[in-house]
């Protein structure tokens, strides 16, 4: 599996980071989340019988709907504004 370098990684939370440094807040996690989870969708259609990369795609959707579900009780507004510039399908 690949990893995100540090760079790209700055690009995609450009949008959605608190402050300068942020890394780490739930907007910031969703984002990269969605980034590797299109990645991992984009090799899965290729490669149809990786049950590994499968399960971690799996793994990753998971967790990111536990960061949406928080994100929905603790600051809706912000939830809106990532799910748009991600587009994301929010119930």
Do not use: F
Not at 62 to 88: D, F, H, T
Request: net charge positive.
């Amino acid at each position: 599996m690949t990893t995100i370098a540090n760079q790209e990684k700055l690009e995609l939370i450009k949008d959605t980071q608190r402050h300068d440094k942020d890394t780490g807040s739930s907007e910031s996690q969703i984002t990269l989340l969605t980034h590797r989870i299109n990645h991992l969708v984009e090799h899965l259609k290729v490669h149809k019988k990786d049950q590994s990369t499968r399960r971690g795609l799996l793994i990753l959707v998971g967790l990111r709907r536990r960061l949406i579900k928080y994100m929905q009780r603790k600051n809706p507004e912000s939830l809106k504004k990532v799910a748009k510039s991600l587009k994301l399908k929010i119930k």
